[in-house]
């Protein structure tokens, strides 16, 4: 297994690095670039989220880390804000908690472009989300 750790000051401006880091970090697997791009959109929505709805755009880190083994890339998005009080909402289409400036489609997003997506979350505490991505067998 390989990975990286990442922490992150929950600032916008690094939603783009955390994106970019992760993308290079799963290019050592065997993805192509629209498969490269859907980590990214990932990464970016979930990291987004903590920033955006964890800290409130408060001070805080976002904890940033991804490992892959064999075919299976693994990234955990984990922050210590104020959590979600209902995460099943939290992952509908369209639910957004600031409907003047999301749309509410980051969790739809993720369940999208990644295999699996696991989200724990308590509040107060924080929010960890896991975005699982397996590598599709290929012909030839």
Not at 3 to 11: T, V
Not at 53 to 69: K, T
């Amino acid at each position: 297994a390989n990975w990286i750790k990442l922490e992150l000051p929950s600032d916008t401006r690094n939603v783009a690095f955390a994106r970019t880091d992760v993308a290079l970090f799963a290019s050592q697997l065997d993805w192509t670039l629209d498969e490269l791009e859907d980590i990214k959109v990932a990464v970016s929505e979930a990291v987004s989220n903590s920033i955006i709805h964890g800290y409130q755009l408060q001070e805080g880190i976002v904890h940033l880390r991804a490992s892959y083994e064999e075919r299976e890339l693994t990234i955990e998005v984990e922050d210590f804000g104020q959590g979600i009080p209902d995460i099943e909402q939290a992952q509908e289409a369209g639910y957004t908690t600031i409907p003047e400036e999301r749309m509410g489609l980051g969790f739809t997003f993720m369940h999208e472009y990644m295999d699996e997506v696991l989200v724990s979350s308590e509040v107060n505490k924080g929010t960890k989300v896991v975005l699982i991505k397996r590598v599709p067998e290929r012909e030839g």
